[in-house]
Structures are given as structure tokens and as C-alpha cells.
């Protein structure tokens, strides 16, 4: 640190503190290295370990363009670093020759960064038509439809409509067609590749071809009002025969409940302002909120935020926007026993 | 004039009472002094906008956080991202061009001084309007960028969505109106001389930031004019079912919203190519480059806006377009790193600490740079639209950038504007702080973006891997914290004893140099006649070829000064911003006090055009 002056003189005496500039180099190394001591990739929402062909055709440029970032990256600073450390004053140095700038440089290393931004766009534009040609024939597809705050799943192909669970089978072709009946949403399933925004009355197209069977998170990734951070979603990628199962499972109409309890939950469903919003095929045919035939078939409900078991349903049921604040759905004053009764039926669709 | 004199700052005379010193300020024309209020109000206002992000860091510290619900959350993040783009940064940005411009051309003030007032206060009134709807409970909740048709009055009925669309239209006519001024200011009131290639870089960056910002102010204007008379008067322009289009409002925000990104940036890059020049003590390398540099990307920022929508499906042919043309921006960006990087090359750099806040810039602004490169390819950008690995990126631009630029202003120039010295160790350690505290909040959230964590969530699952690094996250939010309450301490400590400053504490190499600190009212004695981009070093150094350094001119005589001609104050600007806050606060009141607000400013405004003053012989210019 310099000593304390009285006031500044032109050429203040001074020991260089060139340790003080590898401090900043120190910074950015440790920051970094820390990082990737803690740095998993694996996890559910990864966006870099692709496990479809449009996730795979994205994350090729961007490893592309992160390998060239990095170089230019370190050379930027390495020759920071370096000027600052060759370049400090040092005790009676004279004032250096005052350079006004070097053509044929400064023409050099604009033409250098043209070049590796051409090596950039080239594979960019291809991706970019490559990604969004029309679906072929065979394509699976599926119908979304994003609404505050959770997605309904239809197949037209299949006649059958789900909410917060998407099932696709892999290396068939998925084709969704974005909807928006309310605000503007982003239908994004990170691990299956990029986003795609859903916007009223425009129907957005999405293709891609799951490649690896699992289970994968999705999420609203545009800001769509209070309970954005709760728009979430699953996708369960199937192998072509189980996706056969899941479809004839989903296609056949729900069993009669036989427990009395359920009995009762069914009776307070079809008296109640369930109905107006809700569809379970044969039962009522409501279109605002989720259709349930099968409701008890899905690991989880209410915009994928809560697993679907008795006493999250109750709750559920008993206080919406407590569990999902600004919830459309409204709490009807179910109580005790009738929210019990209610949890019991919506729990023996399956 | 001796009503005036009185009011200069640093002026001998004492300033007769506490209320006629608030008068003073309040009537202010000097472009100096409503610099400082531009300054001083806006580092005000960046602490609210960080103890906003403060809160939401808290929140987002651990999965499954109740600190705050999400109604809270929403407006936090609205509030903070406004605040900093349109209270904070961009007026921290006017502080140092109405205080810096004048002297750096060699002019005695602005083209307007009024208008320059009526600026400031229809800022201020601004600002305060859309924070007055914390005290009215309805505080913003659409998003700093609004997204129609959520901002509709089907799908947000409350007055929360008024307050931010008035309150950025009454920002709008505030940054007009300055950009006007400054425009003419820079056409007109250069030294004789000061040819536009002989301007500083900071009057060159500040010039483009002009064109910019009364061009790409009018875009929002007309979206927020669109979205008021769709949520007062009925219209449809946003409403989708009645055949509206809420993508207009993208097109028109984003038309506006990138340029304003330039406007954000431009004027910390002129910072930066002043402070390096002088504490390398060497011209700025390439000087006609940088410019150009500056022109084009001032150029290509306004045909890049659809890059903040390649994910809204706009068809492969837009995309590309998009795609090209932002990497085209790359190119001078990037030349201007190297040109600053040559800038250092051979120099006899002086370690002090507005330098380590522009190699700062430097090497933040960088990484800011190059991930923008890769969100440039929508492939790419559709991986990372929305989420942290955005909000990670244009930190690093805006803070990485912007406000280490605009700090190493604010250190560079704070001994020509207050007449003391910051104190340097406090400076530094400022300055090591604030470095280690951004790298920890905003290093690890590329990786949370990348690892699919989205952005304006108040919430998330404790089972995405998420956990551990927006906690180191939090932590470093609070070190940025501790290192601005460091820049505090300084200011108080040497505002009370620090040391006094010579006119050229950093052997500077600019006209502002030249003249006293802090300057009198009337900044040059004599206006000075100019030969070169570093005038003040040719004069102190000879030109480096042989040249000798310039004879200097004789002392400036009592005559002199009392012939100079400075613009009386005025209480009309105040008045006016006070009159059109009455009238368009109305619009959440009753029609009644539109009109009589309306009146009220009609009145003002022809009082403010018909105010005597002196005619204008003697008039410095």
C-alpha cells in the first residue's frame, strides 16, 4: 500500500504493489477452482449431458464456442496480467514513448475475431435450420397447453390427455405444439434439450427425438405471474413397449371405486364445483383445471410440486394457495372428512 | 450576478442560511451541481436496488426458503432490476456526463442549464412515483422487462403494473430531454480547437450514448403508451384473444432494451479508456478505433433486439439474421479490449485505485463478452435463455462492467469534484472486496444455469444439485455488500479529514486537469484553445516528438472572471417536475387532478420559456 500522503505530488514515491494485480489473477483462479471442485453435472436439470438428438445438436456448438471462449479468455487475461506485472512503474522510470496505436495490429486481431465468430455462425445456422424443419408424419404429437400455473399433455393420436406428466417413448420423433390460453409461458425440459416459449393464440412447434429412457424434470422457464416458480413438470421417456403399456393403460376408463370412503369422495366430486372444472371421463367434463381419469396414475400433481399422496391431497384440497400461492383453484371449503373422502376417490383413479 | 455567486461550489462565500443553501441546490442550473444530485441520488438508489437483491439472495440461500412468499419475491426482482437499469446505473452515468462533459470540452456549463435541472427533477420525480407504490402496497410485480399480456388487466388488475409503466414514462421524458441537451452540448460548446476527433473518449462514448438513448427511448415509449391505453382506456393492442399481439410488446422492449444495454455499457468503457491512459501514462492505443469501435456497436445495437427472443419461435430465418448480427457486435467489443490491452503494453503503469476498478472492468467485462458470444447462437441461447446462466452473464456485463467502470470514475474523479482525495488503502480493499464478492455470487451461477436452474423463481427443489452454490452465492452477495459499506466509510472519513486535492492529483491528461478542484462556478477563467486529445499532457510533456511543452498563458486578471456570463438560477425546472408528477399521478387518482396537474404544467412551461434572462452578450461561447 502507498503511504499516506498530504496531498498527491505528480510523481508520488511508491514500492510497485504488482502483488496486489496477482491478487486479481488469485481471485478469478480460486473462484474458478472452487467451482470446479463442487461442479456435478449430472444432476436432473443438467442442461449439458443431452439426451435427445436436439439437445445433442445444441450442446455441440455450445462446446464449441466454450472451447474457443476459454482460449480467448485466458489470453485476454494472461496478457492483462502479464502488462500489468512487465509494465508497473518502477522508481525513476522515464514516461514511456507515447504510442498512439499500431495498424497493422489493430486491423489484424479485428479480421482474427470475424474469423472465429464465421467458425461460430457457420455450425449455428446450420442447427438453426437443422432444429426446426417440420416434423415427419410418424411424429408423435402432443399437444401442450400452458396455463397458470401447470401444463396439460394431450395426444391426439392416442386420445388422451394428461397434466404435469409428459410420457414419450424413445427414437420416435416428438413433435409439441405450444399453447397458450393465458399468458405467455417456456415449455423447456433441460436434459431433452432447449426451450420453447408458449404464446397465446400462436401455436410454437418444438421437435425432438428422446433418446434415453428415464424420468426427467421440466419447468416454465418464462416469468408467468406469482406462482411461476411452481410451473413445473415431468417427463417420463419410455422404451417403445412401455409407452405402448402407458397409453392402453391411460386409454381404458377408470375402475369404480369399491371403498365406501372413496364412494363418498365420488359422490362429494359430482356435487360439488369440482365438475365445472375438472373432466374424469365419465363423470364430468370440466376444462378449466387438470383432467383427472387418471389422476392417481401420476407420481405427482399441482404443477408437479407436491408427490401425490392422502396427505398432500388433503392439504391440497383443504387450501390451495396455500400450497401453490395464487392457485386458480378455489378453496372450496372442504373439511375433514369430506377432503379425506375426496383425497380417497381422486386416489383410486388410476 | 450576486445571488449566484453565492452558490458556487467551493465558492469562498459562505452560503448564508441552512434554507438558502437548500434553496441554492434546489435552483440550481450549474451542470456540477446537478451532476453531484444525479450522483448522490442515485448511489442512493443503487443501495435500495441492493438490498432488494440482498433479500432475494437470502431467499434463494437454500431450497424450499420461506423467508419471503412469491408475491414478495416478484416484486423484488421487478424492483430491483428497474432500479438498477433506470435509477441507479444510467443516472450514475448522467452524474459524471453533466459533471465531466463541460470540462472535458472545455465548456462553462451545458448547452440548456435549465433543461438540465428540469432533467434532474423529473428524474428524481420518477423515481419517487414508483417508489411511492411501496407506501401504496402495489409494488411492481411484471418484470423489469413487463412481458404483455401479463401486464394486461385481466391477468394483473391490481395498480402494481401502473406504477412501473407511468414511472418509466416519466423516466423516458427525464432521459430525453438530457440526451437532447448533451447532443447539442457536445455539437456546440467545444473549446476552439476541439475537433470531434480531439474529444476524450468519455465525451465520444457519452456521445454515442446520447444518439442512443433519444433513439431507442421513443421504442418504449410507444410499447408503455400501448400498454397504458390497453390497461386504462380499453384498447387491444396486447390482447391476444381480440386478435392483439403480445409480442409486439418484445419487439418494441427489446428495440429499446438492447440499445439500452450500450447506454448501460458506453459510458463505463469511456471511463475506463481515461483512466487507462493516465495511470499508464501513454495515449489511449488506437484512439480513432475505440471510437469507431463505440460508433459501430452504437450502430448494430439496434439491429440485434430479437436476440432476447429466440425462444419465442420467430422461424429459423429471423433467428439467423439475429444470430449474425450479434456476433457482428462481438467484433468491435472485442477490439476495444485489445486496443486497452495495448494501451498498458509499454507503458510505466501507476498502481492506484481507480485503475484497479478499470483493469477490473477489463477483465470482468470479458467473461460478460465472451458468454454473450454463446447465448449469440440461438441453439446455444435456447439452452440458456431464462436462466441463471443469463443472469450470470449480463452481471457480468452490467456489474463486471458498468459499475466497476462507473466506480472508477467515481475514484478518478472524485478528487476534481469534491476538492479531497479518497483514501487509497480504503480504496483498494474496497475494490479487493467487491472482486472476490462478485466472482462468488456471479461465478457460480453459469454453472447453476447451466445445470438448468431458471431464473425468477422465488423457490426450488432441494434435489437439482442447486443447493450448495447459490449459498456461496448469498455469501458473496453480502461481501459486495461489506465492500460498498467500505466505499462509505471512505467517502465520510475523508469528506470530514482527508487531504486535499491538487487541480491534477493523477497527472491527468484531459482538460478537466486544468482547472481547481473542486472548479469555480464558471469552470475555465479563459476558455482554452485546444490542440490534441491530451491537451493538458501536451502542455505539461511536449508532444514526444521534440515538441516542447507549450509556453503557459499569462494569470487571468480580475476583469476577466467578472465578465464571465453564468445562467441565473431558476426555481421553474422544480416546479414544472413537481407539476407533472401532479398531473400524471392522477391517472391512478381521479381525472380531476390530471387536469388540474395538466394546467399546472402548461403554466409552468410557459413561465419556464418566458423566464427573463439576461441577453445573452459576453455569453462565454
Known sequence: MPPQRSTVSRFPKRRPDWTLVGLLGAVVFLTSACSWVGWNWDTPMSTVIPKSDFGKTTHAIFMLISWWTLGIFIAVEGILLYACWRFRERPGAAIPKQVHGHTVLEISWTIAFAVILLIFAIPTIQAIFKTQEAPAATALRVEVFGKQWWWEFRYPQHKITTANELHLPTGQAAAFFLNAPDVIHSFWIPQLGGKRDVVPHRVNLLTMTPEVPGEYPGQCAEYCGMSHANMRFRVIVHTPADFEKWVKSQQTAPVEPTDPVAQQGKTIFTQSACVGCHTINGVSAGHIGPDLTHFASRKTFAGSLMTTTPENLVKWIENPEHMKPGALMPNLGMKGEQSKALAAYLLSLK | ?621
Open chain 2, 1 to 621: 450576478m450576486a445571488t449566484h455567486a453565492a452558490f458556487m461550489p467551493g465558492a469562498k462565500v459562505e452560503t448564508p442560511t441552512f434554507w438558502g443553501a437548500v434553496a441554492s441546490w434546489l435552483t440550481t442550473v450549474d451542470h456540477k451541481r446537478i451532476g453531484i444530485l444525479y450522483g448522490s441520488s442515485a448511489f442512493i438508489f443503487f443501495l435500495i436496488g441492493g438490498i432488494e437483491a440482498l433479500i432475494m439472495r437470502l431467499q434463494l440461500a437454500r431450497p424450499d426458503n420461506t423467508l419471503v412468499g412469491a408475491q414478495t419475491f416478484n416484486e423484488l426482482f421487478t424492483m430491483h432490476g428497474t432500479t438498477m437499469v433506470f435509477l441507479a446505473i444510467m443516472p450514475m452515468s448522467a452524474s459524471f456526463f453533466n459533471y465531466m462533459i463541460p470540462l472535458q470540452i472545455g465548456a462553462r456549463d451545458v448547452a440548456f442549464p435549465r433543461l438540465n435541472a428540469l432533467s434532474y427533477w423529473i428524474f428524481l420525480a420518477g423515481a419517487l412515483f414508483l417508489h411511492a407504490s411501496f407506501v401504496f402496497g402495489a409494488v411492481p410485480d411484471g418484470g423489469w422487462f413487463g412481458y404483455a399480456n401479463l401486464t394486461s388487466a385481466q391477468f394483473s388488475p391490481r395498480h402494481t403494473i401502473d406504477f412501473w409503466m407511468l414511472g418509466l414514462q416519466i423516466l423516458g421524458i427525464s432521459s430525453m430531454l438530457a440526451g437532447f441537451n448533451f447532443l447539442v452540448t457536445i455539437i456546440n460548446m467545444r473549446a476552439p480547437g476541439m475537433t470531434l476527433m480531439r474529444m476524450p473518449v468519455f465525451v465520444w462514448m457519452s456521445f454515442v450514448t446520447q444518439f442512443l438513448i433519444v433513439l431507442a427511448f421513443p421504442c418504449i415509449t410507444v410499447g408503455l403508451i400501448l400498454l397504458m391505453f390497453d390497461r386504462f382506456f380499453g384498447t387491444l393492442f396486447y390482447v391476444p384473444a381480440a386478435g392483439g399481439d403480445p409480442l409486439l410488446w418484445q419487439h418494441l422492449f427489446w428495440l429499446f432494451g438492447h440499445p439500452e444495454v450500450y447506454i448501460l455499457i458506453l459510458p463505463a468503457m469511456g471511463i475506463v479508456s481515461e483512466i487507462l491512459p493516465t495511470f499508464a501514462r501513454k495515449p489511449l492505443f488506437g484512439a480513432p478505433v475505440v471510437i469507431y469501435s463505440g460508433i459501430m456497436i452504437g450502430f448494430f445495437g439496434f439491429g440485434v433486439w430479437s436476440h432476447h427472443m429466440f425462444s419465442v419461435g420467430m422461424g429459423p430465418v429471423a433467428d439467423a439474421a439475429f444470430s449474425i448480427s450479434t456476433m457482428l457486435i462481438a467484433v468491435p467489443t472485442g477490439v476495444k479490449i485489445f486496443n486497452w490491452l495495448g494501451t498498458l503494453w509499454g507503458g510505466s503503469i501507476r498502481f492506484q485505485t481507480p485503475l484497479y476498478f478499470a483493469l477490473g472492468f477489463i477483465a470482468m467485462f470479458t467473461m460478460g463478452g465472451l458468454s454473450g458470444v454463446m447465448h449469440a447462437s440461438p441453439p446455444v441461447d435456447l439452452q440458456q435463455t431464462d436462466t441463471y446462466f443469463v443472469v450470470a452473464h449480463f452481471h457480468y456485463v452490467l456489474f463486471g462492467g458498468s459499475i466497476f467502470g462507473l466506480f472508477g470514475g467515481a475514484y478518478y474523479w472524485w478528487p476534481k469534484i469534491t476538492g479531497k482525495l479518497l483514501d487509497e488503502r480504503l480504496g483498494k480493499v474496497h475494490f479487493w472486496l467487491m472482486m472476490l464478492g462478485f466472482n462468488l455470487t456471479f461465478f457460480p451461477q453459469h454453472y447453476l444455469g447451466l445445470i438448468g436452474m431458471p431464473r425468477r423463481i422465488y423457490t426450488y427443489a432441494p434435489d437439482l444439485g442447486w443447493n450448495f452454490w447459490n449459498l456461496i452465492s448469498t455469501i458473496g452477495a453480502f461481501t459486495i455488500a461489506v465492500s460498498f459499506l467500505i466505499f462509505i466509510y471512505n467517502v465520510i472519513r475523508t469528506t470530514r479529514s482527508g487531504k486535499v486535492a491538487s487541480p491534477d492529483p493523477w497527472d491527468g491528461r484531459t482538460l478537466e486537469w486544468s482547472i481547481p478542484s473542486p472548479p469555480p462556478v464558471y469552470n475555465f477563467a479563459r476558455v482554452p484553445q485546444v490542440h490534441d486529445r491530451d491537451d493538458l499532457w501536451l502542455q505539461k510533456y511536449g508532444d514526444g516528438h521534440g515538441g516542447a511543452p507549450r509556453p503557459k498563458a499569462g494569470p487571468v486578471t480580475a476583469a476577466e472572471i467578472a465578465a464571465i456570463h453564468m445562467p441565473p438560477t431558476s426555481f421553474w425546472p422544480i416546479i414544472l417536475a413537481i407539476a407533472m408528477a401532479v398531473m400524471i399521478s392522477g391517472l391512478l387518482i381521479s381525472t380531476y387532478q390530471i387536469i388540474i396537474g395538466g394546467l399546472l404544467t402548461l403554466y409552468c412551461m410557459y413561465k419556464f420559456a418566458m423566464e427573463l434572462h439576461r441577453p445573452p452578450e459576453g455569453h462565454g461561447h
